[in-house]
């Protein structure tokens, strides 16, 4: 299995910044993709960015030039650097991870953390 922990959330006023942070511990073997997603009050859940293996990233629209998702896989990290927040931001961010053996593919959540954007 597969565990991951959140961190970094925080109440920000518009304009700051937050780095979050993803450790995953367990049976990492063969995890491709990480991402990061956030669901606000009354949201689905919804993609933020994704970064492969290999390095490749994907934001979505709304975020980019904003947000950075990066990854150290030698730590077993993903981090997402979030700059210029806007209250829109505001949600619960979870780390996913996806575990893909032969035909059989996981997916894997943290407990998330809270990142809240008011003056």
């Known amino acids: 299995q597969v565990q991951l922990v959140e961190s970094g959330g925080d109440l920000v006023q518009p304009g700051g910044s937050l780095r979050l942070s993803c450790a995953a511990s367990g049976i990492i073997f063969r995890i491709y993709n990480m991402g990061w997603y956030r669901q606000a009050p009354g949201k689905q859940r919804d993609l933020v960015a994704t970064?492969?293996?290999?390095?490749?990233?994907n934001y979505i629209d709304s975020v980019k030039g904003r947000v950075t998702i990066s990854r150290d896989n030698a730590k077993n990290m993903v981090y997402l650097q979030m700059n210029d927040l806007k209250p829109e931001d505001t949600a619960i961010y979870f780390c996913?991870?996806?575990?893909?053996?032969?035909?059989?593919?996981?997916?894997?959540w943290g407990q998330g953390t809270q990142v809240t954007v008011s003056s």
């Open positions: 970064i492969t293996s290999g390095g490749t990233t």
């Open positions: 996913n991870a996806v575990r893909q053996v032969g035909y059989k593919r996981d997916d894997y």
